[in-house]
């Protein structure tokens, strides 16, 4: 059997797209805050969990908060899914900016 852990949380954060080369959306090129839902997922060995989810769910908004504090620079959803595969080792990581748009990285 395959078993994961699923864990969501919303932060508060502003972004940018500096180089954003599209004229209709050119607004992306300076700081703008949104709500991004995170989804992490994470492969886990039996029912009894390797992590507890709501621990999970802690360490990754603390590390959020110690190194970001809500400002993600240039970093598109996919840069922060992909940051948060690679420091918890997720299965995959869900983006969306204030719940609606956004992207799915597999690890």
């Known amino acids: 059997m395959r078993r ?13 797209w500096p180089d954003c080369p ?3 959306v ?3 090129k300076h700081p703008h805050r ?3 839902h ?20 802690r360490k990754i908004e603390s590390h959020l908060e110690t190194n970001y504090s809500g400002n993600f620079k240039s970093m598109s959803c ?3 899914a992909e940051y ?16 609606e748009n956004g992207a799915v990285v597999y690890g």
Not at 38 to 57: F, P, Q, S, W
């Open 34 to 36: 949104h709500m991004f």
């Open 38 to 57: 995170i989804k992490a997922i994470k492969n886990v060995n039996h029912g009894d969990r390797d992590i507890e989810i709501i621990m999970l769910k």
């Open 22 to 24: 599209l004229h209709e």
């Open 4 to 16: 994961q852990v699923v864990v969501t949380l919303r932060v508060e954060g502003v972004h940018a």
């Open 78 to 80: 996919e840069h922060i």
């Open 26 to 28: 050119e607004f992306l």
């Open 84 to 99: 948060l595969i690679d420091v918890f080792d997720l299965y995959a990581c869900e983006v969306l900016e204030d719940g």
